[in-house]
């Protein structure tokens, strides 16, 4: 019993402390994921930063001239089995849901 509070503790740890591999770990190929930052003080899920991503001229067409709030789908990433996901910016427009 003692071992199974013990695996579940560490489970729980570890969904906490996920984050993405770093980039530069990365084999060649695989885009590299960032963990989306909301705006200080707001849940707004806004596009990703541009530095960020793999083609910025087509999201400045998908994107146009819509206002903040309106640009990227509003969500919010769900949990399951005690692994929390989270957004990321991994080179597309808008942050996705990544575990």
Request: glycine share 8%; charged share 15%.
């Amino acid at each position: 019993m003692a071992c199974l509070i013990t695996f579940a503790a560490l489970l729980v740890t570890g969904a906490r402390a996920w984050s993405p591999e770093p980039c530069d770990e990365l084999p060649d190929g695989v885009p590299c994921a960032k963990l989306y930052e909301h705006p200080h003080g707001s849940t707004t899920v806004m596009p990703c930063p541009v530095d960020s991503l793999t083609a910025p001229e087509s999201c400045q067409a998908l994107l146009g001239k819509k206002a903040d709030g309106q640009q990227c789908p509003q969500i919010k990433c769900p949990s399951a089995l005690g692994v929390e996901m989270k957004l990321v910016c991994a080179g597309g427009c808008c942050p996705t849901c990544w575990a």
